[in-house]
Protein backbone atom coordinates (compact mmCIF):
# COMPACT_ATOMS: atom_id res chain seq x y z
CA UNK A 1 0.00 0.00 0.00
CA UNK A 2 1.12 3.68 -0.36
CA UNK A 3 1.70 5.70 2.26
CA UNK A 4 -1.09 8.10 1.87
CA UNK A 5 -3.65 4.92 1.44
CA UNK A 6 -2.10 3.37 4.83
CA UNK A 7 -2.14 6.69 6.51
CA UNK A 8 -6.07 7.82 5.29
CA UNK A 9 -6.98 3.81 6.63
CA UNK A 10 -5.11 4.51 10.03
CA UNK A 11 -7.12 7.73 10.67
CA UNK A 12 -10.48 6.70 8.84
CA UNK A 13 -10.51 3.73 11.49
CA UNK A 14 -9.23 6.35 13.86
CA UNK A 15 -11.59 8.56 13.85
CA UNK A 16 -14.97 5.89 13.42
CA UNK A 17 -13.42 3.65 15.41
CA UNK A 18 -11.90 6.30 18.25
CA UNK A 19 -15.41 7.92 18.22
CA UNK A 20 -17.16 4.42 18.75
CA UNK A 21 -14.83 3.46 21.49
CA UNK A 22 -15.21 7.02 23.37
CA UNK A 23 -18.96 7.24 22.97
CA UNK A 24 -19.51 3.76 25.03
CA UNK A 25 -16.62 4.37 27.46
CA UNK A 26 -18.74 8.05 28.17
CA UNK A 27 -22.32 6.09 28.07
CA UNK A 28 -20.94 3.27 30.73
CA UNK A 29 -19.05 6.59 33.07
CA UNK A 30 -22.76 7.36 33.07
CA UNK A 31 -25.29 4.86 31.91
CA UNK A 32 -28.14 7.22 33.31
CA UNK A 33 -28.94 10.43 35.02
CA UNK A 34 -29.30 10.64 38.74
CA UNK A 35 -31.88 13.37 38.36
CA UNK A 36 -34.89 13.77 36.60
CA UNK A 37 -37.68 15.81 36.31
CA UNK A 38 -40.98 15.27 38.50
CA UNK A 39 -43.23 12.37 36.91
CA UNK A 40 -42.33 10.20 34.45
CA UNK A 41 -43.36 7.02 35.77
CA UNK A 42 -43.65 4.28 33.26
CA UNK A 43 -46.22 3.22 31.28
CA UNK A 44 -48.11 0.48 32.42
CA UNK A 45 -47.00 -2.62 30.71
CA UNK A 46 -48.51 -4.51 28.11
CA UNK A 47 -45.56 -8.32 28.25
CA UNK A 48 -44.70 -9.27 31.34
CA UNK A 49 -42.20 -7.43 33.09
CA UNK A 50 -38.66 -8.66 32.71
CA UNK A 51 -35.77 -8.27 34.86
CA UNK A 52 -34.09 -4.88 33.56
CA UNK A 53 -30.33 -5.37 32.92
CA UNK A 54 -29.75 -1.83 32.40
CA UNK A 55 -25.89 -0.64 32.46
CA UNK B 1 -44.54 8.26 45.08
CA UNK B 2 -47.91 8.57 43.66
CA UNK B 3 -49.00 9.95 40.11
CA UNK B 4 -52.25 10.69 38.18
CA UNK B 5 -52.06 9.78 34.81
CA UNK B 6 -54.80 10.54 31.80
CA UNK B 7 -52.98 8.87 29.55
CA UNK B 8 -55.76 6.27 28.16
CA UNK B 9 -53.83 4.68 25.72
CA UNK B 10 -52.70 0.96 25.57
CA UNK B 11 -50.01 0.29 27.75
CA UNK B 12 -46.60 0.03 26.36
CA UNK B 13 -44.08 -2.56 25.56
CA UNK B 14 -40.20 -2.00 26.09
CA UNK B 15 -37.28 -3.25 25.60
CA UNK B 16 -35.63 -5.31 28.65
CA UNK B 17 -32.68 -1.66 28.96
CA UNK B 18 -30.19 -0.16 27.52
CA UNK B 19 -28.16 -2.74 25.90
CA UNK B 20 -31.40 -4.73 24.26
CA UNK B 21 -32.19 -1.15 22.46
CA UNK B 22 -28.99 -0.31 21.89
CA UNK B 23 -28.56 -3.93 20.13
CA UNK B 24 -31.54 -3.50 18.48
CA UNK B 25 -31.28 -0.06 17.30
CA UNK B 26 -27.29 -0.92 15.97
CA UNK B 27 -29.21 -4.15 14.46
CA UNK B 28 -31.46 -1.74 12.47
CA UNK B 29 -28.90 0.91 11.04
CA UNK B 30 -26.76 -2.22 10.01
CA UNK B 31 -28.08 -3.02 7.02
CA UNK B 32 -27.41 -4.31 3.48
CA UNK B 33 -26.35 -0.61 2.40
CA UNK B 34 -23.77 -0.65 4.77
CA UNK B 35 -22.39 -4.12 2.83
CA UNK B 36 -22.90 -3.50 -0.71
CA UNK B 37 -23.66 0.35 -0.63
CA UNK B 38 -20.69 2.40 1.63
CA UNK B 39 -17.85 0.47 0.04
CA UNK B 40 -18.54 1.41 -3.37
CA UNK B 41 -19.94 4.92 -2.37
CA UNK B 42 -16.50 5.73 -1.08
CA UNK B 43 -14.50 4.55 -3.74
CA UNK B 44 -15.97 6.57 -6.19
CA UNK B 45 -16.23 9.62 -4.43
CA UNK B 46 -12.55 10.60 -3.30
CA UNK B 47 -11.39 6.88 -1.72
CA UNK B 48 -9.10 8.39 1.70
CA UNK B 49 -10.26 12.16 1.39
CA UNK B 50 -14.00 10.89 1.27
CA UNK B 51 -13.64 10.60 5.24
CA UNK B 52 -13.75 14.58 5.33
CA UNK B 53 -17.26 14.61 4.05
CA UNK B 54 -18.49 11.47 5.88
CA UNK B 55 -16.93 12.21 9.29
CA UNK B 56 -18.74 15.86 8.64
CA UNK B 57 -22.14 14.62 7.72
CA UNK B 58 -22.06 12.08 10.25
CA UNK B 59 -21.88 14.69 12.92
CA UNK B 60 -24.04 17.80 11.28
CA UNK B 61 -26.68 15.32 9.38
CA UNK B 62 -26.68 11.61 10.97
CA UNK B 63 -26.44 12.48 14.48
CA UNK B 64 -28.61 15.41 14.71
CA UNK B 65 -31.87 13.59 13.16
CA UNK B 66 -31.02 10.29 14.89
CA UNK B 67 -31.73 12.97 17.94
CA UNK B 68 -34.24 13.94 16.38
CA UNK B 69 -36.36 10.54 15.76
CA UNK B 70 -34.99 9.59 19.49
CA UNK B 71 -36.37 12.78 20.84
CA UNK B 72 -39.76 12.60 18.74
CA UNK B 73 -40.61 8.53 19.93
CA UNK B 74 -39.48 9.14 23.49
CA UNK B 75 -41.70 12.12 24.00
CA UNK B 76 -44.65 11.23 22.24
CA UNK B 77 -44.50 7.50 22.61
CA UNK B 78 -45.61 5.96 19.73
CA UNK B 79 -45.01 4.96 16.00
CA UNK B 80 -44.94 7.47 14.04
CA UNK B 81 -48.59 8.51 13.47
CA UNK B 82 -49.25 8.25 16.72
CA UNK B 83 -45.94 10.61 17.30
CA UNK B 84 -46.83 12.77 14.60
CA UNK B 85 -50.60 13.31 15.73
CA UNK B 86 -49.51 14.43 19.41
CA UNK B 87 -46.83 16.83 17.73
CA UNK B 88 -50.12 18.58 15.44
CA UNK B 89 -53.19 17.23 14.42
CA UNK B 90 -52.48 17.46 10.50
CA UNK B 91 -49.35 16.04 10.87
CA UNK B 92 -50.88 12.33 11.64
CA UNK B 93 -50.74 12.10 7.78
CA UNK B 94 -47.05 12.61 7.80
CA UNK B 95 -46.51 9.74 10.36
CA UNK B 96 -48.88 7.19 7.55
CA UNK B 97 -46.67 8.51 5.08
CA UNK B 98 -43.41 6.85 6.99
CA UNK B 99 -45.33 4.04 7.42
CA UNK B 100 -46.41 3.50 4.01
CA UNK B 101 -42.64 4.11 3.51
CA UNK B 102 -41.67 1.18 5.28
CA UNK B 103 -44.41 -0.74 4.35
CA UNK B 104 -43.08 -0.81 0.84
CA UNK B 105 -39.70 -0.95 1.61
CA UNK B 106 -40.39 -4.16 3.63
CA UNK B 107 -41.93 -6.39 0.81
CA UNK B 108 -38.91 -5.92 -1.54
CA UNK B 109 -36.47 -5.97 1.06
CA UNK B 110 -37.18 -9.31 2.61
CA UNK B 111 -36.84 -10.64 -1.13
CA UNK B 112 -33.12 -9.54 -1.23
CA UNK B 113 -32.52 -11.34 2.21
CA UNK B 114 -34.24 -14.70 0.52
CA UNK B 115 -31.49 -14.53 -2.31
CA UNK B 116 -28.91 -14.19 0.72
CA UNK B 117 -30.02 -16.87 2.08
CA UNK B 118 -29.99 -19.31 -1.77
CA UNK B 119 -26.71 -18.22 -2.03
CA UNK B 120 -25.59 -19.01 1.82
CA UNK B 121 -26.68 -22.81 0.61
CA UNK B 122 -25.51 -22.09 -3.10
CA UNK B 123 -22.10 -20.69 -1.09
CA UNK B 124 -21.42 -25.09 -0.35
CA UNK B 125 -21.13 -26.38 -3.62
CA UNK B 126 -19.75 -23.04 -5.62
CA UNK B 127 -23.23 -24.02 -7.21
CA UNK B 128 -23.10 -20.33 -9.38
CA UNK B 129 -19.98 -22.10 -11.81
CA UNK B 130 -17.91 -19.71 -13.53
CA UNK B 131 -20.71 -16.98 -15.23
CA UNK B 132 -21.51 -15.66 -12.25
CA UNK B 133 -23.40 -12.74 -13.94
CA UNK B 134 -25.23 -15.28 -16.25
CA UNK B 135 -26.19 -17.85 -13.27
CA UNK B 136 -27.57 -14.56 -11.05
CA UNK B 137 -29.81 -13.27 -13.48
CA UNK B 138 -30.07 -16.44 -15.45
CA UNK B 139 -30.32 -20.20 -13.97
CA UNK B 140 -31.40 -18.11 -10.14
CA UNK B 141 -33.39 -15.21 -11.33
CA UNK B 142 -34.43 -16.46 -14.39
CA UNK B 143 -35.09 -12.96 -15.72
CA UNK B 144 -37.17 -11.97 -18.13
CA UNK B 145 -35.40 -10.49 -21.24
CA UNK B 146 -37.43 -7.23 -21.48
CA UNK B 147 -34.55 -5.97 -23.82
CA UNK B 148 -35.67 -8.32 -26.05
CA UNK B 149 -39.13 -8.01 -25.98
CA UNK B 150 -39.68 -9.80 -22.59
CA UNK B 151 -42.75 -8.88 -20.75
CA UNK B 152 -42.03 -6.26 -17.83
CA UNK B 153 -44.03 -8.06 -15.56
CA UNK B 154 -45.12 -11.58 -15.11
CA UNK B 155 -47.05 -13.68 -12.78
CA UNK B 156 -44.09 -17.08 -13.34
CA UNK B 157 -43.02 -17.94 -10.03
CA UNK B 158 -39.20 -19.01 -9.69
CA UNK B 159 -39.47 -21.52 -6.96
CA UNK B 160 -35.88 -21.61 -5.74
CA UNK B 161 -36.66 -17.55 -5.43
CA UNK B 162 -39.94 -18.09 -3.34
CA UNK B 163 -39.35 -20.47 -0.85
CA UNK B 164 -36.39 -18.86 0.74
CA UNK B 165 -38.66 -15.31 0.37
CA UNK B 166 -41.67 -18.13 2.23
CA UNK B 167 -39.04 -18.42 4.85
CA UNK B 168 -37.90 -14.83 5.79
CA UNK B 169 -41.38 -13.72 5.77
CA UNK B 170 -42.07 -16.74 8.38
CA UNK B 171 -38.97 -15.90 10.12
CA UNK B 172 -40.04 -12.22 10.33
CA UNK B 173 -43.46 -12.71 11.28
CA UNK B 174 -42.75 -15.23 14.33
CA UNK B 175 -39.92 -12.60 15.59
CA UNK B 176 -42.36 -9.57 15.70
CA UNK B 177 -45.24 -12.15 16.99
CA UNK B 178 -42.99 -12.51 20.00
CA UNK B 179 -43.10 -8.51 20.95
CA UNK B 180 -40.41 -5.89 21.69
CA UNK B 181 -38.23 -7.80 24.68
CA UNK B 182 -38.76 -11.50 23.20
CA UNK B 183 -39.03 -11.10 20.23
CA UNK B 184 -37.49 -8.27 18.03
CA UNK B 185 -34.49 -7.72 21.15
CA UNK B 186 -33.56 -11.27 21.46
CA UNK B 187 -33.15 -11.92 17.99
CA UNK B 188 -30.95 -8.93 17.83
CA UNK B 189 -29.04 -10.30 20.94
CA UNK B 190 -28.47 -13.06 18.82
CA UNK B 191 -28.01 -11.71 15.32
CA UNK B 192 -25.85 -9.01 15.64
CA UNK B 193 -23.04 -10.60 17.51
CA UNK B 194 -22.93 -13.62 15.10
CA UNK B 195 -22.75 -11.26 12.28
CA UNK B 196 -19.74 -8.82 13.50
CA UNK B 197 -17.98 -12.15 14.38
CA UNK B 198 -18.74 -13.49 10.84
CA UNK B 199 -18.06 -10.68 9.04
CA UNK B 200 -14.77 -9.89 10.93
CA UNK B 201 -13.42 -13.51 10.07
CA UNK B 202 -14.48 -12.98 6.50
CA UNK B 203 -12.38 -9.40 7.09
CA UNK B 204 -9.45 -10.30 8.20
CA UNK B 205 -9.34 -13.64 6.03
CA UNK B 206 -9.77 -10.83 3.26
CA UNK B 207 -6.97 -8.38 3.55
CA UNK B 208 -4.71 -11.45 3.61
CA UNK B 209 -5.30 -12.36 0.04
CA UNK B 210 -2.70 -11.91 -2.86
CA UNK B 211 -3.98 -8.81 -4.25
CA UNK B 212 -6.15 -7.19 -1.23
CA UNK B 213 -3.29 -4.33 -0.42
CA UNK B 214 -4.05 -3.29 -4.56
CA UNK B 215 -7.84 -3.03 -3.29
CA UNK B 216 -6.92 -1.01 -0.25
CA UNK B 217 -4.85 1.35 -1.84
CA UNK B 218 -7.81 1.77 -4.32
CA UNK B 219 -10.61 2.28 -1.68
CA UNK B 220 -8.06 4.57 0.58
CA UNK B 221 -5.89 6.93 -1.60
CA UNK B 222 -7.24 9.93 -1.21
CA UNK B 223 -8.45 12.25 -4.44
CA UNK B 224 -8.40 15.78 -2.83
CA UNK B 225 -9.70 17.45 -5.48
CA UNK B 226 -12.67 15.24 -5.12
CA UNK B 227 -13.70 17.67 -1.87
CA UNK B 228 -14.31 20.76 -4.51
CA UNK B 229 -16.77 18.44 -6.12
CA UNK B 230 -20.19 19.35 -4.47
CA UNK B 231 -21.79 16.03 -6.28
CA UNK B 232 -18.78 14.47 -3.89
CA UNK B 233 -20.67 16.22 -0.20
CA UNK B 234 -24.15 14.87 -1.39
CA UNK B 235 -22.75 11.53 -2.16
CA UNK B 236 -21.46 11.73 1.49
CA UNK B 237 -24.54 12.91 3.01
CA UNK B 238 -26.52 10.71 1.63
CA UNK B 239 -24.57 7.82 2.48
CA UNK B 240 -24.69 8.87 6.26
CA UNK B 241 -28.34 9.51 6.09
CA UNK B 242 -29.42 6.29 4.25
CA UNK B 243 -27.48 4.20 6.41
CA UNK B 244 -28.53 5.29 9.19
CA UNK B 245 -31.84 4.58 9.01
CA UNK B 246 -33.62 7.59 9.87
CA UNK B 247 -36.25 9.56 8.89
CA UNK B 248 -39.01 7.07 7.68
CA UNK B 249 -39.89 5.80 11.26
CA UNK B 250 -37.76 3.24 12.76
CA UNK B 251 -35.93 5.07 15.17
CA UNK B 252 -39.35 6.69 16.46
CA UNK B 253 -40.53 3.55 17.13
CA UNK B 254 -38.01 1.79 18.50
CA UNK B 255 -37.05 4.90 20.79
CA UNK B 256 -40.78 4.91 22.20
CA UNK B 257 -40.22 1.28 23.53
CA UNK B 258 -37.43 2.79 25.57
CA UNK B 259 -38.76 3.43 29.34
CA UNK B 260 -39.38 7.10 30.01
CA UNK B 261 -36.82 7.98 32.28
CA UNK B 262 -33.47 6.54 29.65
CA UNK B 263 -31.18 8.35 28.68
CA UNK B 264 -31.26 8.74 24.83
CA UNK B 265 -28.00 10.60 23.40
CA UNK B 266 -25.04 8.77 24.82
CA UNK B 267 -26.83 5.36 23.41
CA UNK B 268 -27.50 7.46 20.19
CA UNK B 269 -23.81 8.21 19.87
CA UNK B 270 -22.89 4.37 20.09
CA UNK B 271 -25.26 3.32 17.53
CA UNK B 272 -24.45 6.11 14.90
CA UNK B 273 -20.77 5.33 15.43
CA UNK B 274 -21.05 1.33 15.69
CA UNK B 275 -22.97 1.98 11.95
CA UNK B 276 -19.84 3.71 10.77
CA UNK B 277 -17.69 1.51 12.71
CA UNK B 278 -19.07 -1.46 10.73
CA UNK B 279 -19.20 0.28 7.35
CA UNK B 280 -15.47 0.83 7.50
CA UNK B 281 -15.31 -2.75 8.41
CA UNK B 282 -17.43 -3.45 5.37
CA UNK B 283 -15.02 -0.94 3.30
CA UNK B 284 -11.60 -2.78 4.15
CA UNK B 285 -13.16 -6.19 2.95
CA UNK B 286 -15.15 -5.64 0.35
CA UNK B 287 -12.09 -3.95 -1.43
CA UNK B 288 -9.38 -6.76 0.23
CA UNK B 289 -11.51 -9.25 -1.70
CA UNK B 290 -11.82 -6.86 -4.94
CA UNK B 291 -7.98 -6.21 -4.70
CA UNK B 292 -7.89 -10.59 -4.67
CA UNK B 293 -10.42 -10.21 -7.82
CA UNK B 294 -8.19 -8.04 -9.68
CA UNK B 295 -5.10 -9.98 -9.00
CA UNK B 296 -6.32 -13.23 -10.05
CA UNK B 297 -8.22 -11.63 -13.30
CA UNK B 298 -4.93 -9.59 -14.12
CA UNK B 299 -6.54 -6.63 -14.06
CA UNK B 300 -6.79 -3.17 -12.51
CA UNK B 301 -9.18 -2.85 -9.42
CA UNK B 302 -9.84 0.30 -11.64
CA UNK B 303 -11.53 -1.90 -13.99
CA UNK B 304 -13.48 -4.02 -12.17
CA UNK B 305 -17.41 -3.85 -12.84
CA UNK B 306 -20.17 -4.27 -10.36
CA UNK B 307 -18.73 -2.96 -7.17
CA UNK B 308 -21.91 -1.82 -5.74
CA UNK B 309 -25.29 -2.88 -4.60
CA UNK B 310 -26.85 -6.11 -5.46
CA UNK B 311 -23.93 -7.03 -8.46
CA UNK B 312 -21.41 -6.40 -5.71
CA UNK B 313 -22.97 -9.00 -3.65
CA UNK B 314 -24.64 -11.61 -5.93
CA UNK B 315 -22.00 -11.42 -8.82
CA UNK B 316 -18.97 -10.40 -8.37
CA UNK B 317 -18.43 -11.70 -4.85
CA UNK B 318 -19.41 -15.07 -6.02
CA UNK B 319 -16.24 -15.14 -8.48
CA UNK B 320 -14.47 -14.12 -5.49
CA UNK B 321 -15.43 -16.47 -3.24
CA UNK B 322 -15.00 -19.20 -6.28
CA UNK B 323 -11.62 -18.21 -6.47
CA UNK B 324 -10.46 -18.35 -3.05
CA UNK B 325 -9.10 -21.05 -0.74
CA UNK B 326 -11.65 -22.47 1.31
CA UNK B 327 -14.09 -20.67 -0.63
CA UNK B 328 -17.37 -22.53 0.45
CA UNK B 329 -16.65 -21.56 3.91
CA UNK B 330 -16.33 -17.65 2.77
CA UNK B 331 -18.84 -17.86 0.62
CA UNK B 332 -21.31 -18.87 3.60
CA UNK B 333 -19.78 -16.35 6.50
CA UNK B 334 -20.74 -13.47 3.09
CA UNK B 335 -24.23 -14.36 2.32
CA UNK B 336 -24.33 -16.19 6.15
CA UNK B 337 -23.48 -12.04 6.88
CA UNK B 338 -26.26 -10.35 4.43
CA UNK B 339 -28.88 -12.64 5.60
CA UNK B 340 -28.61 -11.37 9.43
CA UNK B 341 -27.52 -8.04 8.62
CA UNK B 342 -30.99 -7.75 6.09
CA UNK B 343 -32.80 -9.76 8.47
CA UNK B 344 -32.36 -7.46 11.61
CA UNK B 345 -33.20 -4.40 9.32
CA UNK B 346 -36.20 -6.25 8.08
CA UNK B 347 -37.93 -6.67 11.81
CA UNK B 348 -37.65 -2.97 12.17
CA UNK B 349 -38.89 -1.72 9.32
CA UNK B 350 -42.46 -3.76 9.56
CA UNK B 351 -42.07 -3.05 13.40
CA UNK B 352 -43.18 0.81 12.30
CA UNK B 353 -45.80 -0.49 10.04
CA UNK B 354 -47.50 -3.05 12.61
CA UNK B 355 -47.41 -0.57 15.63
CA UNK B 356 -48.96 2.31 13.41
CA UNK B 357 -51.73 -0.09 12.67
CA UNK B 358 -51.93 -1.56 16.46
CA UNK B 359 -51.84 1.92 17.67
CA UNK B 360 -54.99 3.75 15.14
CA UNK B 361 -56.99 0.54 14.57
CA UNK B 362 -56.64 -0.66 18.55
CA UNK B 363 -55.48 -3.95 17.50
CA UNK B 364 -53.28 -6.26 19.33
CA UNK B 365 -50.09 -6.71 18.70
CA UNK B 366 -50.58 -10.47 17.14
CA UNK B 367 -53.67 -9.10 15.45
CA UNK B 368 -51.51 -6.27 13.60
CA UNK B 369 -48.60 -8.46 13.07
CA UNK B 370 -49.96 -11.12 11.56
CA UNK B 371 -52.15 -8.88 9.27
CA UNK B 372 -49.40 -6.86 7.88
CA UNK B 373 -47.03 -9.27 7.88
CA UNK B 374 -49.28 -11.59 5.59
CA UNK B 375 -50.80 -8.98 3.63
CA UNK B 376 -47.06 -7.92 2.88
CA UNK B 377 -45.69 -11.37 2.50
CA UNK B 378 -48.07 -12.08 -0.32
CA UNK B 379 -47.27 -8.87 -2.22
CA UNK B 380 -43.84 -9.48 -1.38
CA UNK B 381 -44.28 -12.87 -3.14
CA UNK B 382 -46.41 -12.09 -5.78
CA UNK B 383 -43.88 -8.87 -6.43
CA UNK B 384 -40.50 -10.65 -6.18
CA UNK B 385 -40.26 -13.85 -6.63
CA UNK B 386 -41.28 -13.75 -10.31
CA UNK B 387 -39.37 -13.66 -13.44
CA UNK B 388 -39.52 -9.70 -13.62
CA UNK B 389 -38.27 -9.89 -9.64
CA UNK B 390 -35.41 -8.19 -9.96
CA UNK B 391 -36.53 -4.89 -12.13
CA UNK B 392 -40.03 -4.04 -9.87
CA UNK B 393 -37.16 -4.20 -7.08
CA UNK B 394 -34.80 -1.64 -7.92
CA UNK B 395 -37.76 0.59 -9.74
CA UNK B 396 -39.46 0.28 -6.66
CA UNK B 397 -36.09 0.85 -4.46
CA UNK B 398 -34.94 3.80 -6.46
CA UNK B 399 -38.52 5.93 -5.84
CA UNK B 400 -39.07 4.42 -2.25
CA UNK B 401 -35.57 5.35 -1.26
CA UNK B 402 -34.46 8.67 -2.94
CA UNK B 403 -37.55 10.21 -3.25
CA UNK B 404 -39.81 8.71 -0.71
CA UNK B 405 -37.21 8.58 2.48
CA UNK B 406 -35.79 12.41 1.67
CA UNK B 407 -38.97 13.91 1.31
CA UNK B 408 -40.31 12.35 4.60
CA UNK B 409 -36.76 13.64 6.07
CA UNK B 410 -37.37 17.23 4.74
CA UNK B 411 -41.22 17.82 5.41
CA UNK B 412 -40.19 16.48 9.14
CA UNK B 413 -37.29 18.99 9.70
CA UNK B 414 -39.51 21.96 7.99
CA UNK B 415 -42.54 20.83 9.78
CA UNK B 416 -41.22 20.16 13.28
CA UNK B 417 -38.43 23.30 13.24
CA UNK B 418 -39.80 25.93 10.94
CA UNK B 419 -43.50 25.84 10.97
CA UNK B 420 -44.58 24.47 14.71
CA UNK B 421 -41.45 25.80 16.01
CA UNK B 422 -41.09 22.21 18.46
CA UNK B 423 -37.12 21.95 18.34
CA UNK B 424 -36.66 23.68 21.42
CA UNK B 425 -39.04 21.15 23.02
CA UNK B 426 -37.26 18.51 21.87
CA UNK B 427 -34.05 19.17 22.70
CA UNK B 428 -35.22 19.86 26.44
CA UNK B 429 -36.25 16.39 26.28
CA UNK B 430 -32.99 15.04 24.77
CA UNK B 431 -31.48 17.33 27.46
CA UNK B 432 -33.79 16.02 30.48
CA UNK B 433 -33.54 12.81 30.21
CA UNK B 434 -29.96 12.01 28.77
CA UNK B 435 -26.00 12.38 29.97
CA UNK B 436 -24.34 13.76 27.38
CA UNK B 437 -26.06 17.43 26.53
CA UNK B 438 -27.48 18.75 23.09
CA UNK B 439 -26.32 22.15 22.38
CA UNK B 440 -27.92 24.90 20.39
CA UNK B 441 -25.71 23.39 17.26
CA UNK B 442 -28.34 21.29 17.24
CA UNK B 443 -31.29 23.72 15.47
CA UNK B 444 -28.47 24.59 12.68
CA UNK B 445 -28.49 21.12 11.96
CA UNK B 446 -32.24 20.00 11.78
CA UNK B 447 -33.20 23.26 11.10
CA UNK B 448 -30.98 24.05 8.22
CA UNK B 449 -28.13 21.99 7.22
CA UNK B 450 -30.12 18.48 6.96
CA UNK B 451 -33.39 19.99 4.90
CA UNK B 452 -31.10 21.94 2.47
CA UNK B 453 -28.80 19.34 1.34
CA UNK B 454 -31.67 16.78 1.19
CA UNK B 455 -34.14 19.14 -0.33
CA UNK B 456 -31.57 19.87 -2.87
CA UNK B 457 -30.75 15.87 -3.52
CA UNK B 458 -34.73 15.60 -3.83
CA UNK B 459 -34.76 17.99 -6.48
CA UNK B 460 -31.45 17.13 -8.14
CA UNK B 461 -32.91 13.38 -8.05
CA UNK B 462 -36.77 14.54 -9.65
CA UNK B 463 -34.83 16.29 -12.32
CA UNK B 464 -32.77 13.93 -13.44
CA UNK B 465 -35.64 10.94 -13.42
CA UNK B 466 -38.05 13.18 -14.98
CA UNK B 467 -35.46 13.62 -17.75
CA UNK B 468 -33.33 11.11 -18.36
CA UNK B 469 -35.54 8.04 -17.08
CA UNK B 470 -33.97 5.46 -14.77
CA UNK B 471 -31.69 2.94 -15.99
CA UNK B 472 -33.07 3.14 -19.34
CA UNK B 473 -36.23 1.38 -18.08
CA UNK B 474 -39.56 1.98 -20.22
CA UNK B 475 -41.10 4.93 -19.38
CA UNK B 476 -44.45 3.44 -19.25
CA UNK B 477 -43.40 1.35 -17.12
CA UNK B 478 -41.69 3.58 -14.78
CA UNK B 479 -44.59 5.96 -15.18
CA UNK B 480 -46.83 3.40 -13.40
CA UNK B 481 -44.33 1.36 -11.11
CA UNK B 482 -41.73 4.12 -10.31
CA UNK B 483 -43.91 7.55 -9.65
CA UNK B 484 -46.70 5.06 -9.00
CA UNK B 485 -45.28 4.11 -5.99
CA UNK B 486 -44.94 7.97 -4.64
CA UNK B 487 -48.57 7.92 -5.82
CA UNK B 488 -49.53 4.81 -3.42
CA UNK B 489 -47.14 6.15 -0.49
CA UNK B 490 -48.93 9.43 -0.66
CA UNK B 491 -52.29 8.20 -1.31
CA UNK B 492 -52.16 5.39 1.49
CA UNK B 493 -50.85 7.96 3.94
CA UNK B 494 -54.02 10.06 3.55
CA UNK B 495 -56.29 7.37 3.39
CA UNK B 496 -55.24 5.83 6.50
CA UNK B 497 -55.15 9.32 8.02
CA UNK B 498 -58.99 9.15 7.56
CA UNK B 499 -60.64 6.44 9.81
CA UNK B 500 -61.36 6.93 13.34
CA UNK B 501 -58.88 6.39 16.20
CA UNK B 502 -60.03 3.53 18.13
CA UNK B 503 -58.67 5.09 21.40
CA UNK B 504 -57.86 8.55 21.10
CA UNK B 505 -54.29 9.52 21.06
CA UNK B 506 -54.86 13.00 21.95
CA UNK B 507 -55.34 12.83 25.85
CA UNK B 508 -51.63 12.63 26.46
CA UNK B 509 -49.31 14.56 28.38
CA UNK B 510 -45.91 14.42 27.44
CA UNK B 511 -43.30 14.10 29.98
CA UNK B 512 -41.57 15.96 30.68
CA UNK B 513 -43.24 18.88 30.94
CA UNK B 514 -42.59 21.82 28.35
CA UNK B 515 -41.85 24.56 29.44
CA UNK B 516 -40.10 23.20 32.43
CA UNK B 517 -41.62 23.43 35.35
CA UNK B 518 -38.62 24.88 37.55
CA UNK B 519 -39.67 23.58 41.05
CA UNK B 520 -37.64 20.60 42.18
CA UNK B 521 -36.16 17.64 40.23
CA UNK B 522 -36.63 13.80 42.14
CA UNK B 523 -33.85 11.72 42.46
CA UNK B 524 -33.96 8.21 40.84
CA UNK B 525 -33.80 6.54 44.57
CA UNK B 526 -36.95 9.14 45.50
CA UNK B 527 -38.89 8.44 43.02
CA UNK B 528 -39.12 4.45 43.26
Redesign the interface.
Known amino acids: ??A??????V???A???G??LV??L??RA??????????????????DA?????? | ?S?T?T?T??????F?????FILSAIGSAVGLGNIWRFPGVAYENG???F?VPY?IALLTAGIPILFLDYALGHRF?GGPPTVFRRVKKWLETLGWFQVMICFVIAIYYAAIIGWALSFFVYSFTLKWGDDTAGFFTGDYLQLSDVANGGAWFTLDFVPAVLIPLLLVWVATIVVLVG????GIEKANVIFLPLLVVAFSVLVVRAIFLDGA?DG??A????DWGALGDMNVWIAAYGQIFFSLSVAFGIMITYSSYR?????LT??G??V???N??F??LAG?GVFAALGFLAHEQGVAVADLEGITGPILSFVTFPAVVSQMPAGPLFGALFFGSLAMAGFTSLISILQVVAAGFQEKFGLT?RQAVLWIGGVAAVLSVVGFSTTTGLIALDTIDNWSNNIGIVASAVLMCVFLVWLLRTSPELRYHLN?????QVGRWWYVCVGAIVPAVLAYMLVSRIVDLVQNGYEGYDETYLLYVGWGTLVVLVVGAVLLTLPRWRRSPDDFVA???YP??T??????GA?R
Do not use: C, H, Y
Open positions: MNDAILLMLSLVVWGLSIVLRPERADFPPGGDDDRREDITERDT | MTTDSPPREQTGQVGGGALVRGVAKTLNLFTPKRRANSPLVAFSSGEMIRAVSTVWPAPVATTTTKA
